[in-house]
């Protein structure tokens, strides 16, 4: 018997695409609830309580982004854009309503798969955050949040106080997408919303810092047009810090 993988709501209105992606989910564990408008979709998200949300944004009675944003004002679950709009300025908006991660169709199974097994565990750690130290290792970089201390190898890393707050915005979600906006208003604040070129320079003295390669970087990842994400990190529970 195949093992319950999670409770999904689907909201799409193209039948051929509901059939595809229910049809290799439900081969992996995991229920899904379809929905053919934006307010099935609404109701939907609010009767199942599903585990994720996977969302089309053009829709007949309304656009997805609406979709989000009144999902947003009662839940947290994490919701992933699959759509046709290839416009980066699409995803931005989606993400930055509230989205979690965009997938432009034609699209992978596979792919889209991974996307939502990495959104899930993301939403398992943040729900479980309570039992977390504030310390996150990146392969060779340990980052504790609290001491506000990052080390490398076991020696100290020095961060400038607005490449700290860039980095625990990206730990805090790690393996979602932050747009640029969101990251220059943690960085800087609301008025500097627009001023993309400070975020490149100070993303790539992050990745000097705290990369082997910066060329090549590994933690620290562009979505290019959108933001960046930091690829899935380990979160040491409050037992492993003790001594």
Not at 69 to 74: A, K, L, N, P
Not at 84 to 104: F, I, P
Not at 122 to 133: D, K, L, P, V, Y
């Amino acid at each position: 018997m195949q093992e319950h993988a999670g409770n999904i709501v689907f909201i799409e209105d193209d039948p051929h695409i509901r059939k595809l992606v229910r049809s290799a989910l439900e081969q992996e564990g995991f229920i899904v609830h379809e929905a053919k408008t934006a307010r099935e979709g609404v109701t939907e998200a609010g009767t199942r309580k599903p585990d994720l949300i996977i969302l089309d944004l053009g829709l007949p009675d309304g656009d997805g982004k609406q979709v989000i944003t009144e999902i947003r004002s009662w839940s947290s679950v994490p919701i992933v854009i699959l759509s046709a709009r290839t416009q980066e300025s699409e995803k931005v908006e989606a993400l930055d309503a509230g989205a979690d991660d965009y997938l432009v169709k034609p699209f992978g199974m596979p792919e889209l798969l991974a996307r939502m097994r990495a959104q899930l565990r993301r939403h398992a750690r943040a729900a479980g955050a309570g039992q977390s130290s504030g310390r996150y290792r990146l392969g060779e970089v340990l980052v504790d949040l609290p001491a506000r201390s990052v080390s490398r190898n076991g020696q100290s890393v020095h961060l400038t106080q607005i490449e700290y707050r860039l980095l625990a915005t990206l730990l805090r979600d790690a393996g979602r997408v932050i747009t640029h906006r969101q990251l220059l208003v943690a960085g800087w604040g609301p008025s500097h919303a627009e001023d993309g070129h400070y975020l490149r320079i100070y993303m790539q003295r992050l990745r000097q810092k705290l990369e082997r390669d910066a060329a090549q970087p590994v933690h620290i990842l562009t979505e290019i047009g959108v933001g960046y994400r930091v690829a899935e990190v380990v979160a040491e529970s409050v037992a492993s810090n003790a001594s």
